[in-house]
């Protein structure tokens, strides 16, 4: 039994009666030694279809490349781990530092816009009274001083709290790649479009960093999508017969076709009519 966390959905969906379905991909090796590709669906510990137990594909695997039909795109790659991590895994240490600041200071600012006041048993001052800010005058019994009654202050926020959260998003912005010269920003003094220019192409090297990941990813799953149209796909070829009896055929597509005729038209020369 798989237990996975429960969402709160925004238009109150349901999920008491839902199962959860697995798709589960797992090798083997054959008689022969060959390492195969099986295919499983259960649900609630009930099986629902496993490809060992098709005589067609017990042998055989349920794909014959007998690779997993899923390509991870890892940009950092990691001991142990198909997926590797990614720049959120990088940076989210570092937004995570920023955000508990973040609501740490603003309680601080709720706090210290808020009045309070510390308050003996025996300074005789009307509780309601003090607490209600429509009230002009507060009555109190007996005479009050400083040992029985005093406003609580909060602390303000000191210089270096902001100066380090400053510094912790310019840390951020250092690792995600995330500066002004990849948004068009310049730096102080640089005017020159070639300065520019180089700037904003050096701002970018993550961004072809992560692209050179994904093309490589994208290679992988086209290998893939080959192999599966070379088991599964079986459309006969259309053939055009042109010329006559005797003649070599020749396909409507691919290598072989017919190119489309085009006409040229040339330059008339000086004199032409």
């Known amino acids: 039994m798989l237990d996975v966390p429960h969402y709160i959905h925004d ?116 509780e309601e009274e003090l607490t209600d800010l429509s009230r002009d005058i507060i009555h109190v019994v007996g005479r009050l001083n400083d040992d029985s009654f005093r406003p609580l202050q909060t602390a303000g926020l000191q210089g270096n709290s902001l100066s380090y959260r400053n510094s912790r998003i310019e840390e951020l912005k250092e690792i995600s790649g995330n500066r002004d010269m990849t948004q068009g920003g310049t730096a102080g003094g640089v005017t020159a479009a070639s300065a520019i220019a180089a700037l904003q192409e050096a701002g970018s090297k993550l961004s072809r960093d992560m692209l050179k990941s994904a093309y490589r990813a994208f290679a992988k799953e086209c290998y893939l999508i080959i192999e599966l149209m070379r088991q599964f796909y079986d459309e006969e070829r259309i053939l055009r017969i042109t010329g006559k009896s005797g003649e070599r055929v020749r396909p409507l597509f691919g290598p072989g076709a017919p190119r489309p005729a085009c006409k040229s038209r040339g330059r008339r020369g000086a004199g032409q009519s």
């Open 11 to 126: 238009g109150g969906l349901d999920t008491s009666d839902k199962s959860v379905v697995v798709d589960w991909y797992y090798k083997k090796l054959s008689p022969e030694g060959r390492s195969v590709l099986h295919y499983c669906k259960f649900c609630n510990g009930v099986v629902l279809y496993a490809s060992e137990n098709d005589p067609a594909l017990a042998e055989r695997g349920f794909y014959d490349h007998g690779k997993y039909p899923f390509v991870f795109d890892a940009l950092f790659m990691e001991e142990d781990s198909p997926a590797g991590f990614g720049y959120i895994d990088v940076m989210k240490e570092c937004q995570t530092a920023i955000d508990k600041m973040n609501h740490a200071m603003d309680e601080n600012v709720l706090l210290s816009s808020r009045q309070r006041y510390v308050l003996s048993d025996t300074a005789g001052v009307n």
